[in-house]
């Protein structure tokens, strides 16, 4: 099934969609960056709770910002981080998915880590494009140990190209961007004292999770759609019913900070 999917592949349309939205945090940043009153290194920038895209806890009834948060990233440690994350991981999977699956995923990705971010840590922001870069390193999991039987087994193929398609170096590659993403995360929250804001980092595992539980239902099997596929949509449901409860938690828990509408 694979095989015959890529012999029909035509890179028709091309894998535009884990680009565009990496050209976009990319252009958002140094926009960002270069403004007047913003500072910005490795670790930590400056982000005034004027902002209109970040996450503030104390903003929640702007509901944008549960999605356009991913625009912005504290430090450009980070987004590198998920840059490539998304170039190197989520490429292949949009050209062996197709684009419209990688978005939704990528999408409730986003979404997942807000509001997996809400329920957990009430008082801190959020910034960076976690939680879709992290659903897209689960459902790279999933290909990887889905399709593992179907790797590098070619012995006509030439050494490099086995070396390259290898599953030990996919795993090496994922998890040198997993440790010091995660260790880099803690230390921010915990540990530096950023000029203005705090930012969590459940967005890393609520965006994990999401990744896991939709995988199943986007990704099994190309040629159906996830409603059609009975362990498929309990998983999606499942999904959805975890987007359903946090979204009532925030309406009706009393324990976020006082909102601002100024």
């Known amino acids: 099934m694979v095989e015959e999917h890529l012999s029909k592949y035509k890179c028709l349309p091309p894998p535009f969609f884990m680009i ?33 895209l970040i996450y503030y806890p104390d903003r929640r009834h702007e509901a944008w910002r549960f999605i356009s948060y ?55 922001g959020l910034a960076g494009a976690a939680g879709g870069a992290y659903a897209i390193m689960a459902a790279h999991c999933f290909v990887l140990i889905q399709e593992r039987s179907r790797l590098n087994v070619d012995l006509t193929d030439s050494k490099a190209k086995r ?21 880099l995360a803690v230390y921010r929250r915990w540990f530096l004292e950023p000029i203005h804001l705090k930012i969590g980092i459940a967005a890393h595992i609520s965006g994990m999770l999401a990744g896991i539980t939709l995988s199943e239902p986007f ?30 938690f925030n309406i009706l828990y009393k324990g976020y900070p006082d909102e601002i509408y100024d």
């Open 20 to 52: 565009a939205v990496t050209i976009a945090q990319i252009v958002v940043y140094i926009i960002y960056s270069t403004k007047t009153g913003w500072y910005t290194d490795a670790l930590d920038s400056i982000s005034s709770s004027t902002n209109s």
């Open 70 to 124: 991913w625009l912005l990233h504290q430090g450009f440690i980070d987004l590198i981080f998920n840059v490539l994350i998304q170039i190197v991981l989520g490429v292949p999977l949009e050209i062996m998915f197709s684009w419209w699956r990688m978005a939704v995923l990528w999408i409730l990705g986003v979404i997942a880590g807000s509001l997996g971010h809400s329920l957990t840590d009430h008082y801190e």
């Open 163 to 183: 070396i390259l398609c290898s599953l030990p170096l996919r795993v090496c590659f994922m998890l040198l961007i997993l440790i010091p993403q995660i260790a």
């Open 219 to 248: 990704l099994k099997d190309i040629k159906r759609y996830p409603f059609q596929n009975g362990v498929g949509f309990f998983s999606l449901f499942t999904f959805l019913m975890f987007i359903g409860g946090t979204v009532l």
